[in-house]
């Protein structure tokens, strides 16, 4: 035992209790999902946008949606219905490692592969410059895509983790910035997040009126991590329509229903589950001064790297501490592209890695100020994206109880550490 371990032994852990936040479940079935896809790219608004022998390229981005690979499956089928030769195209700015393999990489280790969605995959980091913005900036685009006849633009609209504006996480940005690839992604980090909401909807103007965008199938998603809406816009609608729909999914969007608590201990992060490893709209550890919200925690600690992260830690620097076995899986060389991008240097410096999860938990609850360290509040969750079954500590039992959203379906029990003392 060293002398860190020897510090943190007499910590107690106080005893959890699984609870179930209720939320909204309005959802698409997901065999339902070809019928309302096929449904909104038939519409004239949209399908007289296509025709025969047009090939078109569809956008892939790096985060993991629900169903993505099915969505986009269905949206090359619509397109071959129409006579067209479909594509995949990765759009994530730097994202993947920055380089046409790790991109390619990255939407397949979320099932979009040739064989699932039927089409080819053509992942490359080169672009090309299409035009200026209003203000006279250069905008460039990936080459592949703007060589296409046609450009569908698909993407999850939710509130962005970094800044708020009319448009945020969403079609607007896949654009500027997925499109954009390592430039456009580059180019509009440079001055900060606080100009996203001027240069997003700039970019995407301009890719708009420069590039073949032919339409964009707008992804909205519920609590509960399953797809609610599937709306198909035109080049037009992106504009006018995507800020009613950021609205929507604001509301659709799962939270933590406390207001504080001690220790928020998250269990796994990764870029499958957001930009910044956990989702700040929930963790209330944002990277930036241009957003706010979640939770208020003194100490936040991280577990686990997702598989699909493939090593990158983007995030870490908003907790407090880390277990070995997420250091363990951390990749430098995946990880530093994202802060050379978008200048967020913090949220990429390494926490306090302790041996393990036992540690970790300690050394927050240890940390914490002004709390009872024999019975603090602490909260612990899968990950920010699945939020329904959820531990809380006897601290937060009657706050629990109190709650019309939340039901207790537990009992009261002691952590269960393995030999290594991780968590079950």
């Not at 949606?65 to 986009?72: C, D, G, T, Y």
């Not at 006897?394 to 629990?400: G, I, N, P, Q, S």
Request: proline fraction near 5%; glycine fraction near 8%; include cysteine.
């Amino acid at each position: 035992m060293g002398v860190v371990s020897d510090l943190l032994k007499n910590i107690e852990l106080p005893e959890m209790i699984q609870i179930r936040q209720k939320f909204d479940g309005t959802h698409i079935e997901t065999d339902r999902i070809p019928e309302v896809i096929a449904a909104q790219m038939k519409q004239e608004k949209i399908a007289g946008r296509f025709k025969p022998g047009m090939r078109v390229a569809i956008t892939a981005g790096s985060r993991g949606i629900a169903n993505i690979s099915l969505i986009i499956r269905s949206i090359a089928d619509s397109l071959k219905d129409m006579g067209c030769e479909p594509f995949i195209v990765p759009a994530m700015g730097s994202h993947g490692g920055a380089t046409a393999e790790g991109q390619r990489e990255v939407i397949e280790s979320y099932g979009i592969t040739e064989e699932a969605v039927g089409c080819k995959i053509v992942s490359s980091m080169v672009t090309v410059e299409i035009g200026k913005t209003e203000t006279g900036r250069p905008v460039r685009i990936d080459k592949h895509a703007y060589e296409a006849d046609g450009i569908v633009v698909c993407g999850r609209i939710k509130p962005h983790t970094g800044f708020r504006g009319p448009y945020e996480s969403g079609i607007m940005k896949m654009m500027a910035i997925g499109l954009g690839k390592q430039y456009g992604a580059e180019i509009t980090h440079q001055d900060g997040f606080h100009h996203f909401r001027e240069y997003i909807p700039m970019y995407g103007k301009a890719i708009i009126r420069f590039a073949p965008i032919s339409c964009a199938l707008a992804v909205l998603e519920n609590a509960y991590d399953q797809t609610r809406e599937l709306v198909a816009l035109t080049p037009d609608e992106i504009i006018t329509e995507e800020p009613k729909l950021l609205d929507r999914a604001r509301t659709y969007m799962p939270r933590l229903l406390f207001n504080a608590c001690d220790v928020l201990i998250i269990d796994e992060a990764g870029k499958n589950i957001s930009g910044d490893g956990m989702d700040p709209n929930i963790s209330g550890r944002f990277p930036t001064a241009s957003a706010s919200g979640g939770i208020s925690a003194q100490r936040v600690a991280i577990l686990d790297m997702t598989p699909e992260s493939h090593g990158n830690g983007c995030g870490m620097g908003l907790a407090d501490c880390i277990s070995r076995r997420f250091y363990e899986k951390l990749d430098l060389e995946a990880t530093y592209p994202n802060a050379i991008t978008n200048t967020l240097v913090g949220e990429l410096k390494i926490p306090m890695i302790m041996n393990n999860d036992r540690e970790t938990i300690q050394l927050c609850i240890k940390t914490c100020n002004e709390i009872d360290h024999k019975n603090p509040r602490m909260i612990r969750i899968k990950n920010t994206l699945k939020l329904e079954t959820v531990e809380i500590s006897k601290a937060l039992l009657e706050e629990a109880k109190a709650h019309p959203d939340i039901e207790v379906t537990g009992e009261l029990s002691p952590m269960k550490f393995n030999e290594q003392g991780n968590l079950w």
